[in-house]
């Protein structure tokens, strides 16, 4: 099987493009589904009758049936019987809460909206029901209706207070800002309990408006009227540190941190970064507003005056290093070793920086060490396989010597560990440790790692990526192509997604065409790009173009005279072009630095008996 390494491209037999990455960083139904109907939305709408015999007669077996279908996720062959099973019965409750429940989940909204205006004509007092007709209507932009709902729900001496959050929702949406938030400020005296999350929606209307002075006067505000809300006191320093106003920032963060020195522990869970105090944040802020300086000049004076623990001492040393201070770094870590010998995120932090700074024996030893002194802790597993596979490229290549084995042993022991003590929310770590699982040619192991990683948006397009791949390794060729159409869903601009998938068309031999017109769209962006050169001359062989195929494929090996699998392409070409001396010469070639497909194998086969003397 095939993996496609940074450039989008398959590559066979090496470990090449992990390096690079890891451098940078139902059960089946009750019942068969009636026939559908010609279209469901269509029918519903218009009010046609199910076709005889189609549904059950009976109210209750189709409502049922159709519950059923719609638990093990099938709301289109549950559209059917639910339909039938209201038409029969549409006061009950239950039956038009199930039915409503399938068209929102088909995207029928417009007929969910006539179920909903039929649901508050029969129960006018269920504030339930008219705020989900209200909600409805807004997600379908309807927002002057929604408003004249929530109107007539006034009018009718309902009361509900939470209907001023949504009005301003609404008028929000509508672009009405004024009076969204006129709105806000009555829900702020209506619905005390919902201050906090009012006072957030007002801040990103604002946000959003890029009204930047009221933004910082709401923040303001909301953290004198709500003191003992971490998210609000956020807020604030965050648009402190936007306003480039650094001594008032500093002085926020000082005052939360003296009152917190003061509090009991937060133990709500509702803390923003709750691990860090006030001072850490406001640097953790700088960093992320492009301002390392700044938070390296607060962290060098809380140093000084010895208030600085040591997380807060690490984060400088992070600083330090990053920011081309590296012999200041150092200093600072062997310093910690010796105050801290038992701490393990220093001998972590020491390794990590050793390794990337050129010394991967001295990393490695301080890796080992953090290892040693936390055998709990997943980062170090995590930090020490990804170290181990950058340092044994060579010996994890050669798998049938005793030091590849000695090797891949150790490296696939410490990713079992780190995986199985790997937090939920640990995407970093399923990355490296998803890579380490592939390297080993372990790939049904690596494939929750990264669909676990790929829900995360920073991560979610490298991540696909690799779980394609990986699915391909795994021979689940229907994943893998699902996979890559999702990412050239999400990413239909991207060279290397489009590259990926259609060279995973053209290697299998589908949708030529398209696959031509995607690895074109990827040479339109790189047109030196020797993988997406042997991607479309692969594409052309495939389409029984073999001259301009190899043209291709001759530009592919200049560019990356090397590469195993380019040559065994442009070996193929010459074969199928009935050029047989240069074909072989080529493919063994190719077989030398380790190309071995069934094409190869049979092609060099035929023409060695070709060529042999007789």
Known sequence: MTYWGKTGRPRRGHIGPLLAALALLGAGRLAAAPA?????????????APAENALPFGTGTSYLLGTTLMQQGDYQGALPYLDHAYRMGPGEREIAEAFLDALLGLGYGERALE???????????????????IALLGDLRRYDEALAEIARVREAGLPDAELLVMEGNLLASAGRVPEALATYRRALSAVPEENERIYLLMAALLERENRSAELLALWEEAAGALPASRAMRYGLLRQLVRSDELERAVAVAQEADSEAAHSPPDTTGRGVLPHLGWELELVDLLVQAGRPQQAIQILEQRRAAGTLDLEGQLWLVRLLAGGDRWPAARGMLEELAGRYPEAPEVFRLLGELLAARGEPAAGEEALRKALKLAPEEAD??????????????????????????????????????????LPAGHHRGQMILGYAFRSLGEPRRALPLF???????????????????????????????????ILWRENPGDANVANSLGYFLADRGEELERAVTLIQQALAAEPRNGAYLDSLGWALFRQGKFSEALDQLILATNALPDDPTILEHLGLALHALDQADEALRVLQRARALGADSAELRSALEELEDETAPR
Do not use: C, F, N
């Open 380 to 421: 170090s597993y995590v930090a020490l396989v990804r170290l181990l596979i950058l340092r044994h490229e060579d010996e994890l290549s050669e798998r049938d010597g005793d030091a590849g084995a000695q090797v891949r042993a150790e490296i696939e022991d410490l990713a079992e560990r780190g995986a199985a003590l």
């Open 451 to 485: 669909s676990a990683a790929s829900e995360v948006p920073a991560l979610r397009k490298e991540a696909l990526l690799q779980l394609a791949i990986t699915q391909d390794e795994a021979e689940h060729d229907d994943e893998a192509r699902g996979t890559l159409e």
């Open 36 to 48: 559908p109907l010609a279209s469901p939305l269509d029918s519903l709408v218009q009010g046609t």
């Open 115 to 133: 179920v909903l205006g039929d649901m508050v004509r029969r129960w006018p007092a269920d504030l339930d029901i008219r705020r989900r007709r």
